[in-house]
């Protein structure tokens, strides 16, 4: 049978390299001169951890959030971990070559690293991607990139992605190479924005859905891990229930299963729904940075006025100022709480405790309807988590602990 083209050849991934030492995160492997060195895999998720994020000192809390997640330890086990990672590297407490202890805040990696692909060819830090497109039944051409290696993860498209752009977007970049750190990452921009054909006649919710399904056809994938964020976790419930022999587990991050107006029960309710809708449309229609600008605070209220002008960036580059005023048409009537009981498979919920898009209030009831489920409340008020914030490492330590 023919490989397909995603899927990785060789080794492939990036191999950290420094004083006689090597890393290769994919494989799990530590070398030293050559051979390999057995450690735990705490200390290697601490190795890795602190290589990564070595252009700054990293916080205990951090560290303990990237390494054991949500469960409760001492830092005395941090501290034991640390000294076997030294001593696994030829490093020790009293000369810090490569970790340097920052005393009362966290450890920063100190040793000159390089980076290569796995065969000795340099590269510049990030996995690189692949775009290609297929063309969907009614004639729409649907972008979709693949890039990392290992099992197969699939995103559905959420809110005016663009598949280009958010590859050095401060907005998304972060979590491009974290969903791709141990998975061939498969995304795609929905029709209507991005590198997808923008002008497709009306959208529809189902519209989506087959996109996601025609994707998934053009890669090859026979059985994998769906992942939606925001509203692209609607279209991952329709999907897993229309083809649950192809969905062997559902990730469900910062989302709904009924839109504004779909579940608007009150006339507060109700007014608030037309309000935000309203608010949409003439923000985009008049082209006025106001509209975005509170937008951008909604999505990300902790985020830095740069991250906030990123967002807008982005987001006018992404579609035109029509195709937005429809989209939030369809999204504020999004309602897939009749299929959420359908979903088959194991399913994990991770929700924002303080988001402000998005209420938590939607995460507890896809967890009631999804019969499989587990729901995770994470430490932060931005509906699309930030690089630096402790919530980030906390989100990739949950979803790498349930897709393994």
Same mark, same amino acid.
């Given at each position: ?10 080794? %492939? ?53 990237? /390494? ?26 009293? $000369? ?5 202890? /920052? ?80 998975? $061939? ?71 709904? %299963? ?20 309203? !608010? ?49 048409? /369809? ?14 498979? &194991?399913? !994990? ?21 999804? &019969? ?33």
């Amino acid at each position: 049978m023919e490989i397909p083209w995603w899927r990785p050849h060789g080794r %492939g991934g990036a191999v950290y390299v420094f004083e006689d030492c090597e890393v290769d995160p994919r494989r799990f492997e530590l070398r030293r001169r050559g051979e390999p060195v057995h450690v735990e895999p705490q200390v290697f998720a601490l190795l890795t951890h602190l290589i990564r994020h070595r252009d700054r000192v990293v916080g205990k809390t951090e560290l303990l959030d990237a /390494v054991w997640g949500y469960r409760h330890v001492s830092e005395s086990a941090l501290t034991s971990r640390v000294k076997a990672l030294r001593r696994a590297i030829g490093d020790s407490g009293g $000369t810090q070559r490569m970790v340097a202890t /920052v005393h009362g805040v966290g450890y920063r990696f100190v040793a000159d690293v390089r980076e290569s692909d796995g065969d000795g060819l340099a590269v510049g830090g990030r996995i690189p991607q692949r775009i290609r497109y297929c063309r969907s039944a009614d004639g729409v051409r649907v972008a979709y990139a693949v890039s990392g290696s290992g099992p197969p993860l699939v995103k559905a498209a959420n809110w005016l992605t663009h598949l280009d752009l958010e590859w050095t977007s401060p907005i998304w970049a972060h979590w491009l190479d974290g969903l791709a750190r141990r998975h $061939t990452l498969v995304r795609y921009d929905e029709r209507g924005c991005g590198l997808s054909d923008w002008d497709t006649g009306e959208f529809r919710f189902e519209d989506w859905v087959d996109d996601l399904e025609l994707v998934t056809d053009a890669v090859e994938l026979e059985r994998f891990p769906l992942l939606g964020v925001s509203q692209g976790g609607a279209v991952a419930i329709a999907y897993a229930v229309r083809h649950p022999e192809r969905v062997s587990r559902l990730v469900l991050a910062g989302a709904y %299963g009924r839109g504004r107006f779909a579940r608007a029960a009150t006339p507060e309710e109700k007014e608030e729904a037309e309000l935000d809708r309203s !608010l949409g449309r003439i923000g985009w229609r008049h082209d006025d940075p106001t509209f975005r600008q509170v937008f951008a605070s909604q999505f990300l209220p902790d985020g830095t006025r740069e991250l906030w002008d990123a967002f807008n960036d982005l987001q006018r580059a992404t579609t035109s100022i029509g195709n937005v005023v429809r989209f939030l048409d /369809v999204f504020a009537h999004i309602d897939v709480s009749r299929l959420a009981p359908k979903v088959a498979c &194991p399913t !994990l919920i991770l929700h924002s405790r303080g988001d402000l898009r998005v209420p938590k209030a939607q995460a507890q009831e896809l967890a009631a309807l999804i &019969p499989d489920s587990r729901l995770c409340f994470l430490d932060s008020r931005n509906h699309i988590l930030t690089r630096d914030e402790p919530a980030w490492p906390a989100f990739l330590a949950e979803l790498d602990g349930f897709l393994a």
